[in-house]
Each structure stands twice: as structure tokens, then as C-alpha cells.
């Protein structure tokens, strides 16, 4: 059971912005930082946002990440439907002795 | 171009082992720590092991502390899993993947493999 919650799914329109949320605790998100990864359906996951809002070359400005307290955000701005895929999120947890931990995973839909 | 390739995967019955092995290239192998995710069929992502580059220092998720060992020969490029006493809750496509950043283990993955798949049935 992974202790980053994030909702099962989220929709939109061509053109509109979709947000993702995680939701960790003080051992996770609140003392290091968050990745986003991007699962397209029947592909490897691709890292998508680092370091809470920092975005890989060639990845889109579309695509942007925060993070306040103990959750993070994705957010997904001009839509496309290229982007229907399972969003993760990431981070270290500083809990029994440490551990990497995914979060629950977010299936965007484009409608 | 960065490039990781798995293999390995297949038919195990409960109880018996399996060796993954990852191969890179496009880029300095030897430099880099490597970790290993799994993904069960229709499931979420799930952490299970890392290498740092140099093969000094290891780490195992709880849930196969003891059964799997994580290895790597940086002469030849390659990345392993060995998975001993499989259970059928090991059954996944199992990534590997490449730490970026300078902090062992916290950093996260820039690149990934496109997976090979584990099976375990009678």
C-alpha cells in the first residue's frame, strides 16, 4: 500500500487544465522533493517533473509541478489528447530506515 | 542514446528463481546508480532495489529483503536481479532504471527500460 494518495482518475476536454494531486506526510513530501512520472498505456514510465517543478529536456511547458507542505500538484494546462496516460508521483520517504514510495497513480483521460 | 534493455522474464513456478539482466549503453554505465521497479499487472508502480555505481552499496524494499539480490558488472555494462523463493505476489514487469542527481537513492530515475515481465504460476 503506497503511502502517497493521489486520486484514481481525472478528465478533460482538448484545451483545458487537469491538476493531479499527492498527498504524503512529513516523512515524504514534506522533507524531500517530488517526481512526476508519466506512463503512457503499454510503455515504460517517463520522467516527466523533478525536483517538485523542475521539467526534463524536451518535456513540454504544459506540463508543470508544485508542491506546498506535505502534497504536490501536477497540473496539465492546453490538454491534448497525447496526453491520456497513469500520472505518478515520487519521493523519498525518511521513515523505516527510508524508502522510495510511488504514489497511487492518476489515470488522465481526455474526453 | 540512452538505451536499457531487460531481460530475462518468463515462466517460474512458487518457489524457484529467476535472473534479470538489464543492458546499457549510451552513456558512462560505471557512474551511475541503477535501481529496479516493478509493476504488477493492472497495478501501481512499486520500489525494490538499487545499486550505487560502483556496486559498493545495495538496497531492498522489505518486500524481497532476503529473496532478491542486486548486482552489476560495469565492464560489461549490465545490471541484474537475481529473484530467489518467487511468490505469485512477485508476478510484475519489472523495470530498471537510472538514478539522476548526485544523492544515492533520493534523486529519482531519468531513464527506464521497457520492462520484462515475470510470471509465477504452477
Known amino acids: 500500500q503506497s503511502v502517497l494518495t493521489q486520486p484514481p482518475s481525472a478528465s478533460g476536454t482538448p484545451g483545458q487544465r487537469v491538476t493531479i494531486s499527492c498527498s504524503g506526510s512529513?516523512?515524504?513530501?514534506?522533507?524531500?522533493?517530488v517526481n512526476w512520472y508519466q506512463q503512457l498505456p503499454g510503455t515504460a514510465p517517463k520522467l516527466l517533473i523533478y525536483?517538485?517543478?523542475q521539467r526534463p529536456s524536451g518535456v513540454p511547458d504544459r506540463f508543470s509541478g508544485s508542491k506546498s507542505g506535505t502534497s504536490a500538484s501536477l497540473a496539465i494546462s492546453g490538454l491534448q489528447s497525447e496526453d491520456e496516460a497513469d500520472y505518478y508521483c515520487?519521493?523519498?520517504?525518511?521513515?523505516?530506515?527510508?524508502?522510495?514510495?510511488f504514489g497511487t497513480g492518476t489515470k488522465v483521460t481526455v474526453l | 542514446e540512452v538505451q536499457l534493455v531487460e531481460s530475462g522474464g518468463g515462466l517460474v513456478q512458487p518457489g524457484g528463481s529467476l535472473r534479470l539482466s538489464c543492458a546499457a549503453s549510451?552513456?558512462?554505465?560505471?557512474?551511475?546508480?541503477m535501481h529496479w521497479v516493478r509493476q504488477a499487472p493492472g497495478k501501481g508502480l512499486e520500489y525494490v532495489s538499487a545499486?550505487?555505481?560502483?556496486?559498493?552499496?545495495?538496497y531492498y524494499a522489505n518486500s524481497v529483503k532476503g529473496r532478491f539480490t542486486i548486482s552489476r558488472d560495469n565492464s560489461k555494462n549490465t545490471l541484474y536481479l537475481q529473484m530467489g523463493s518467487l511468490r505469485a505476489e512477485d508476478m510484475a514487469v519489472y523495470y530498471c532504471?537510472?538514478?539522476?542527481?548526485?544523492?544515492?537513492?533520493?534523486?529519482?530515475?531519468?531513464?527506464w527500460g521497457q520492462g520484462t515481465l515475470v510470471t509465477v504460476s504452477s
Open positions: 549510451g552513456f558512462t554505465f560505471s557512474s551511475y546508480a
Open positions: 525536483s517538485n517543478n
Open positions: 512529513s516523512s515524504n513530501i514534506g522533507s524531500n522533493t
Open positions: 545499486i550505487s555505481s560502483n556496486g559498493g552499496s545495495t
Open positions: 515520487a519521493a523519498w520517504d525518511d521513515s523505516l530506515n527510508g524508502r522510495n514510495v
Open positions: 532504471a537510472r538514478e539522476f542527481g548526485q544523492q544515492w537513492l533520493v534523486s529519482g530515475f531519468d531513464y
